[in-house]
């Protein structure tokens, strides 16, 4: 299965462990919750999923990757003690805390989470000194004499031996106390990641054109060489980060990243076209509004991987604009629930100034941010959307300071004037991202006669997180008879292959 269905099977798998009956005990008893093992190629993102459930979930996670442990480290050390057996003093060995139990301890008492993931990666590259209490983990959930406590869950994860020299087959024992899940790379499920997460336009735009080389993972007489899903979006990371400081990345800095030389080196040659169309095609000038005919004569008549890449160009900036609108929905959203708590006709303490309730509220909201952060509940966009809401409510506060009225009313109206202030902020950068997106049509129109090209366009947009998002609430005409289009052949696609199958 791809990334994303495995993703939602750890989630529910999750949920119906933690589930709990009508006395609080748990559903499916702690010995009888079968430990999750994800088997997949390396970089495919078996550990990033786990970060997203646990945010999701708003449960804690603790991760660990044993093949940096030995037994000692994993069981806890000896020591002698004595006890009372019959009647009679003995001294047996017991061991110290395991470091990886005596963590989740210390997550449930820094974070308050009682529930949560334990994800041990590399598990089926562990020692031999190391591999029958491995058995002893996944069976019993212990580690030595220590049990990892209730309601936390075990998900490992592993590479499949033709990646790893390190990995050891389980036996039948084993595997049949495990669930099993094989994860295959899904280019299709990433690219949606990608356009989430803003991967650099150029990495998306060539695996666009070039998806064999998403996942590829070769040994030869001259050695291994593989790109990886992972190795992508690090390498996005860096160029984003090297273009910032004024710089190109060449073939040898791709290569760190993608150690695949003929991949490395067919990367590097689009890169330099990408910023070369970039310069050319002044992308915010045509979303802007400013259409000339050379360049949609040109662009028309270019070959195909610059029509791919102007269009990754244009999908790029306008998932920008997107995201800005939905960061300042999301933004003015959670204000707004926070505002609402100061509300006068709601509030039965109408003695409280306005001010000293903004000030309860800002405090609140500002532990619970830490709580979060600390917890690791929260993803670097929402950490962001948290801080802003804390200084717009900082910012109001201090504006009564400034009025000095102290009359709670006025207080008040003088709040839903600023709150105003991000709803019209709303909307000029939904009207702007709209007349964008129109712009962009105007120019892919007037380049592609046929429209054949804006089937692309649209797939691209159907796949973008935020222009979905915005796409639900802003009527496009031009995107919904393109996409009707669309639908369309692939109906026909899937017809035309119905009767190629029945005529064999």
């Not at 069981?75 to 110290?96: A, C, H, M, N």
């Not at 303490?349 to 903004?358: A, H, I, W």
């Not at 997180?465 to 639900?472: D, G, R």
Request: glycine share 6%; proline share 3%.
């Amino acid at each position: 299965m791809n990334i994303k269905r495995a993703k939602e099977e750890i989630r529910n798998t999750i949920e119906a462990y933690l589930l709990k009956d009508d006395y609080g005990t748990y559903e499916i008893p702690g010995m009888r919750q079968r430990p999750v093992f994800l088997m997949g190629p390396p970089g495919v993102g078996k550990t990033q999923i786990m970060e997203q459930i646990a945010r999701e979930c708003q449960i804690g996670l603790v991760a660990y990757t044993i093949t940096h442990h030995t037994r000692q480290s994993a069981v806890g050390l000896p020591f002698i003690t004595d006890k009372e057996f019959g009647g009679k003093q003995s001294r047996v060995t017991e061991y110290t805390m395991s470091e990886i139990v005596a963590s989740v301890y210390n997550k449930i008492e820094s974070t308050g989470l009682s529930e949560g993931i334990l994800f041990i990666d590399e598990i089926n590259c562990v020692s031999e000194t190391l591999a029958p209490t491995m058995l002893q983990f996944l069976q019993y959930k212990t580690f030595g004499n220590h049990r990892i406590p209730e309601g936390w869950i075990i998900v490992t994860a592993g590479n499949p031996p033709e990646y790893n020299k390190s990995v050891r087959d389980f036996d039948v024992v084993t595997l049949d106390r495990i669930k099993l899940i094989h994860v295959e790379p899904d280019y299709e499920v990433w690219k949606t990641y990608a356009y989430e997460h803003e991967i650099h336009p150029a990495v998306i735009s060539y695996l666009n054109a070039r998806t064999d080389n998403f996942c590829r993972i070769e040994t030869t007489v001259d050695g291994k060489f593989f790109a990886t899903p992972r190795g992508w979006e690090d390498l996005s990371s860096f160029i984003k980060i090297y273009e910032r400081l004024g710089k190109k990345p060449d073939r040898d800095v791709v290569g760190e990243y993608i150690q695949f030389p003929k991949i490395a080196k067919d990367f590097a040659n689009y890169l330099e076209l990408y910023y070369k169309y970039r310069d050319d095609y002044q992308i915010d000038e045509i979303l802007s509004g400013t259409i000339r005919e050379s360049l949609c004569n040109k662009l028309g008549r270019a070959p195909f991987d610059e029509k791919l890449n102007v269009m990754g160009l244009l999908l790029s900036r306008l998932g920008q604009h997107f995201k800005s609108v939905a960061d300042q929905g999301d933004r003015t959203g959670l204000l707004m629930e926070e505002l609402k708590k100061a509300d006068p006709e709601t509030d039965i303490n109408s003695d409280v100034s306005m001010e000293e309730r903004l000030f309860k509220i800002r405090n609140q909201w500002s532990e619970s941010l830490k709580q979060k952060r600390e917890a690791g509940l929260l993803n670097r966009r929402e950490d962001f959307l948290y801080r802003d809401v804390e200084a717009l409510l900082l910012k109001i506060e201090e504006t009564l300071k400034k009025s000095e009225k102290n009359d709670v009313k006025d207080d008040w109206n003088h709040i839903r004037k600023m709150f105003q202030e991000e709803i019209n902020r709303y909307d000029m950068l939904f009207a702007e991202s709209g007349k964008a997106l129109e712009h962009a049509f105007d120019f892919l129109e007037a380049a592609f006669v046929t429209g054949q090209e804006l089937v692309l366009f649209i797939t691209e947009l159907n796949s973008g997180f935020y222009s979905v998002k915005f796409l639900k609430e802003y009527e496009c005409e031009r995107y919904y008879q393109y996409n009707k289009s669309l639908l369309f052949k692939d109906r026909e696609d899937e017809i035309r292959s119905r009767i190629t199958s029945l005529g064999k």
